[in-house]
């Protein structure tokens, strides 16, 4: 599987280049450096054998002619071959088998053969401190020649392949670090990235790195300082014109008060108008205004919901005022399960509470009579759920991605009446508070929202 990372995309292809990098260097070492300094091991042998050869060919030639052993010659030669450490031995028993254990050396058989003219066989063994090199002559079947390879010990290579070995992994390590390092104002611009996504502005970041690092850094926090330019000014001009509309709309609702008593249809009529309008335009102000993230802290979901079911009580009792409730949830039947002991999340309480009932409400208006609330938390204790559920319709699976979209409206969204802001603004809270929002149609019929959040201490990207 093709990993994404950056930093692991060039640790593979700069271990890959290492690697051909130590295959070519032996490729070179072994090719221009052991090859030659063989040839000339392989001729130096063969004269050596030559001379073994010779002075095999002149005992023959004494034993043939009679002369008895105490008067035949010993030249120079027998002194040299026993100084080179060459010697001679019968082709038979320990030795035999031996020579039939050892590795055989096609190369150097190959070149020895050239070199003496003559069918040569070279096989490599080691004993318990070097190697020896046995050869086997055709011009002397019975006889094996033995030269011990002092100077090449069983160790010989070991080092080498250590060196080569932590050589690699030096670079390797060092190669991880060093990208590491280079790639860290990266992480951080993620990090910024996320944070600008869930509608928090950073503060600017820190523009270190390569050159090209540094210039999407600076353009990143020019685009930062613009949005948050764009922010205020949207907040300035949704507050002057959420001023200037209710403004008239208290004159109209005074004058309504005025109104004689032959029409107070028109009365009752005008002032429905007016609290929806003064609806409309709280839920633009709850869509378009942005959380405010120095209010969060830890919060405790099962709170929430024990707040809004006493808020809930005492309208159904007292009569109570209340913006999230309505008279239709007088008759409705709530099953409310919460968890013992449940973890807090990092939150802010305000904007919990208006998406908790947000909910509620979404969940009267296409319920029937009842609404299930469920607070958990997951089996590694890392994640806090709470599930708003009801016993309606449900929403048709093709709808269930759309229902989030502003303005929105009819039963395709089961979204806020008036405006189709209800679930945008649940959402758009939600995803601020780096939390997740799921939406199941219940198998009993109705439709389960769900929202999980992180627990706490673990915080929102900020």
């Given amino acids: 599987m093709r990993s994404r990372s950056s930093i692991t995309q060039t640790i593979i292809g700069f271990l890959a280049l290492l690697i051909a990098s130590q295959a070519f260097s032996y490729y070179a070492v072994f090719n221009y450096a052991l090859l030659p300094s063989l040839k000339q091991f392989n001729r130096i042998l063969s004269y050596e054998i030559n001379l073994v050869m010779e002075e095999y060919s002149r005992i023959r030639q004494e034993s043939e002619l009679g002369i008895p052993e105490s008067e035949r010659t010993s ?63 055709d011009a002397m079947p019975n006889w094996l020649l033995r030269v011990p390879l002092t100077e090449l010990t069983q160790d010989e290579f070991k080092p080498l392949f250590i060196n080569s070995l932590l050589i690699t992994i030096l670079i390797a390590l060092g190669g991880w ?42 353009s990143f926090n020019k685009m930062a300082r613009g949005i ?64 405010d993230h120095n209010d969060f802290g830890k919060l405790n979901l099962n709170e929430v919901v024990e707040e809004l079911e006493r808020a809930l009580h005492l309208y159904q009792t007292e009569g109570s005022p209340s913006t999230e409730f309505d008279n239709d949830l007088l008759n409705y039947s709530f099953d409310i399960q919460l968890k013992e002991n449940l973890p807090g999340i990092y939150a802010s309480y305000i904007p919990i509470r208006r998406t908790v009932s947000n909910l509620l409400v979404n969940a009267k208006r296409y319920g029937n009579n009842w609404i299930g609330i469920t607070t958990g938390v997951s089996d590694n204790n890392q994640k806090v759920w709470i599930s708003i559920e009801d016993n309606g319709p449900g929403i048709d699976d093709d709808q269930m991605q759309k229902v989030f979209e502003p303005f929105t409206r009819g039963d395709t969204s089961r979204g806020s009446e008036g405006t189709g802001l209800g679930l945008s603004i649940v959402k758009r809270i939600i995803t601020e508070h780096n939390a997740t929002i799921d939406m199941t149609n219940r198998k009993e019929g109705g439709l389960k929202v769900t929202l999980t959040f992180d627990v706490y201490p673990k915080k929102t990207n900020k």
């Fill in 75 to 137: 030249p120079l030669r027998q002194a040299l071959l026993l100084r080179l450490g060459v010697s001679v031995h019968p082709f038979s028993g320990t030795v035999k088998d031996e020579f039939d254990d050892a590795f055989y050396l096609d190369f150097m058989s190959d070149e020895i053969s050239e070199e003496i003219g003559s069918p040569a066989e070279a096989r490599l063994a080691r004993d318990s401190t070097s190697y020896l090199l046995w050869i086997k002559l």
């Fill in 177 to 218: 670090g060093f990208l590491r390092w280079q790639n860290r104002p990266l992480k951080n611009l993620e990090s910024a990235a996320i944070s600008v996504g869930n509608g928090v502005i950073p503060d600017p970041i820190p523009e270190k790195g390569t050159t090209e690092i540094r210039a999407v850094t600076k």
């Fill in 228 to 291: 948050e330019e764009l922010e205020t000014d949207r907040r300035l001009m949704l507050a002057g014109v959420s001023h200037d509309i209710r403004t008239p709309l208290t004159r109209i609702r005074l004058a309504t008060e005025m109104m004689s008593d032959q029409d107070s249809y028109l009365a009752d009529g005008m002032n429905q108008d007016i609290e929806e309008c003064n609806e409309i335009i709280a839920q633009f102000i709850d869509y378009l205004k942005p959380v």
